[in-house]
């Protein structure tokens, strides 16, 4: 059983917005630095965005002003708002929970698609 599991993923269109998911039922999420990735066809995986424990966020500059990274504590639960999607987004995106110099747990993914 995988500890994350993501939801949210879908098709949308150029412009458009999505929101994924991330929750677990086997490990607290603020007690590490949660974060999405994701994997276009073809290339490495990349990060997107991080949160860390006590809530600062980073990003990758191809995120940077479009989407939005954050936890719901109570309900233990990892959101990417994603904003003005471009076709370039298109990729399998993967939530994942660690430390500064290593993910330790991820989810099993979501696949988005982006609609020219």
């Known amino acids: 059983q995988v500890p994350l599991v993501e939801s949210g993923g879908g098709s949308v269109q150029a412009g458009g917005s999505l929101k994924l998911s991330c929750t677990s039922s086997?490990?607290?999420?603020?007690?590490?630095?949660s974060g999405w990735y994701r994997q276009a066809p073809g290339k490495e995986r990349e990060l997107v965005a991080t949160?860390?424990?006590?809530?600062?966020?980073n990003y990758a500059d191809s995120a940077k002003g479009r989407f939005t990274i954050s936890r719901d504590d109570d309900k233990n639960t990892l959101f990417l708002q994603m904003t003005g999607v471009e076709p370039e987004d298109t990729a399998v995106y993967f939530c994942a929970a660690g430390s500064y110099d290593k993910v330790e747990h991820w989810g099993q993914g979501t696949q988005v698609t982006v609609l020219s």
């Open positions: 086997k490990i607290a999420l603020a007690a590490y630095i």
């Open positions: 949160i860390a424990t006590m809530g600062a966020t």
